[in-house]
């Protein structure tokens, strides 16, 4: 790319600013890398020759997305995802910061690999890349990690990603450690014990002769771990939220004032425990599907923010680790280039206002990790998406940008196509 760039007028345009609470017609001005200016219920008259000129014609014009919960298999894993495919395919789906998960080999729990990372990032130049750092030693929940030092290095959170950290004591060590740095940490609720070897909601899974955890496994480790929160005064992130059950623990937590946050993954807002059907991989994650109760908790707890925010819970596989016998199958799915439009289904069905369903994967996101992102201000960050929420369109895993094609939405039908992503002021993505 050019190291000079235009000035660029997005004109015609539907603004969705979360940071101002705007929902209506607008058009804005980039330069420099920043939004310069914007106007709302109005047009530009009188452009220089100089200005780019973008007509968006009655598209969505929003922040660009925050994915705080990302895997890739860089380093150590490349034929899963590298990350630049991940970025490419983040720019693709109107994803213009992303989180990568410290899960790979080696695992991120020193500052030498956030740096590795952080300098692979700057390298590709696509979207803007953030390391989360690991919450304890190879994630082997006994040794906590280097968690300040990871921090100086730029890991904006810590977690051990799906290895729950079962010693309460260890638990507390990282949490007050963590506090002690500002550091949020991040932590996916589920018994081991309860749920070891299971993928799939109990009774479902007892219909399907398939081992079946209860969503009591969730909620037991999510009240061990407010309770260590209160304790440390630290901030905990409960990370994919589940079930109905894990809410009212959440809920009651909030209301005392405890610290803590919640996400959510777009699989678990739209798909539940019967889309397994025979035994269709594609629907095997973590944590696993649930009842069409369960779901419905959770949009109802979007709606209501209780739960803060969205993620796509993006985890690549290939497919000779999908196309196994369920209980062998790899758990996971890719979910970057599909994120907004399944989000945007909300919308559709008029479950949740298009403003906070943008907010959920913006503002709150990018202000949980302190990162300048997610509004349409002066001075704010040029990361934006032009998107037609109403243009239909039928998912094909084998077209996706990913190197791995596991979706679940493969073949679904939605609405809402990303039509043009910018990053700091640069094009990242641009439909046909």
């Given at each position: 790319m050019p190291d000079t760039m235009r000035p660029t007028a997005?004109?015609?345009?539907?603004?969705?600013?979360?940071?101002?609470?705007?929902?209506?017609?607008?058009?804005?001005?980039?330069?420099?890398?920043?939004?310069?200016?914007?106007?709302?219920?109005?047009?530009?008259?009188?452009?220089?020759?100089?200005?780019?000129?973008?007509?968006?014609?009655?598209?969505?014009?929003?922040?660009?997305?925050?994915?705080?919960?990302?895997?890739?298999?860089?380093?150590?894993?490349?034929?899963?995802?590298?990350?630049?495919?991940?970025?490419?395919?983040?720019?693709?789906?109107?994803?213009?910061?992303?989180?990568?998960?410290?899960?790979?080999?080696?695992?991120?729990?020193?500052?030498s690999v956030v740096d590795f990372i952080l300098r692979r990032a700057r390298d590709i130049g696509l979207v803007r890349v953030y390391p989360a750092g690991a919450a304890t030693k190879g994630l082997d929940?006994?040794?906590?990690?280097?968690?300040?030092?990871?921090?100086?290095?730029?890991?904006?959170?810590?977690?051990?990603?799906?290895?729950?950290?079962?010693d309460s004591l260890v638990m507390r060590r990282v949490l007050a450690y963590a506090n002690g740095f500002g550091a949020l940490v991040a932590h996916r609720p589920a018994d081991p014990y309860l749920s070891a070897g299971a993928a799939i909601e109990g009774e479902f899974a007892s219909r399907l002769g398939l081992p079946g955890v209860s969503a009591m496994a969730e909620k037991i480790m999510l009240e061990r771990d407010l309770a260590l929160a209160e304790l440390t005064g630290a901030r905990l992130l409960v990370d994919?939220?589940?079930?109905?059950?894990?809410?009212?623990?959440?809920?009651?937590?909030k209301d005392r004032g405890v610290k803590v946050f919640a996400s959510v993954s777009i699989n678990h807002l739209t798909f539940n425990e019967l889309d397994i059907g025979d035994y269709r991989t594609f629907y095997k994650l973590t944590?696993?599907?649930?009842?069409?109760?369960?779901?419905?908790?959770?949009?109802?707890?979007?709606?209501?923010?209780?739960?803060?925010?969205?993620?796509?819970?993006?985890?690549?596989?290939?497919?000779?680790?999908?196309?196994?016998?369920?209980?062998?199958?790899?758990?996971?799915?890719?979910?970057?280039?599909t994120l907004l439009a399944a989000l945007l289904t909300l919308h559709h069905e008029g479950r949740v206002s298009l403003l906070d369903l943008i907010r959920a994967v913006t503002l709150k996101p990018a202000q949980l990790l302190g990162l300048d992102a997610g509004g349409l201000s002066p001075g704010c960050p040029a990361d934006l998406v032009v998107c037609d929420p109403d243009a239909p369109f039928v998912v094909d895993a084998d077209k996706l940008i990913s190197k791995s094609k596991n979706s679940p939405f493969d073949g679904r039908r939605l609405q809402g196509k990303v039509l043009m992503t910018m990053v700091g002021g640069r094009m990242a993505y641009r439909a046909g």
């Open positions: 997005f004109v015609g345009a539907r603004l969705i600013d979360p940071l101002s609470g705007y929902d209506g017609p607008g058009c804005l001005v980039v330069a420099e890398g920043v939004i310069a200016d914007v106007v709302h219920r109005g047009e530009y008259e009188g452009l220089s020759a100089d200005v780019d000129v973008i007509d968006c014609d009655g598209a969505l014009l929003i922040p660009g997305l925050v994915d705080i919960r990302v895997k890739t298999g860089e380093p150590g894993a490349e034929p899963k995802e590298t990350l630049k495919s991940a970025a490419r395919a983040a720019a693709a789906g109107g994803v213009t910061s992303i989180v990568v998960q410290p899960d790979t080999d080696p695992v991120v729990d020193e500052p929940g006994k040794r906590m990690a280097e968690i300040g030092l990871m921090r100086e290095a730029g890991a904006v959170y810590i977690t051990d990603v799906d290895r729950p950290i079962v994919q939220i589940s079930s109905a059950a894990a809410l009212e623990s959440l809920a009651r937590a944590p696993p599907l649930r009842g069409e109760d369960d779901r419905q908790a959770l949009i109802e707890a979007l709606d209501s923010g209780l739960i803060d925010l969205v993620v796509s819970g993006h985890a690549p596989a290939p497919a000779e680790d999908k196309r196994l016998p369920f209980e062998e199958a790899a758990p996971g799915a890719v979910g970057l280039e």
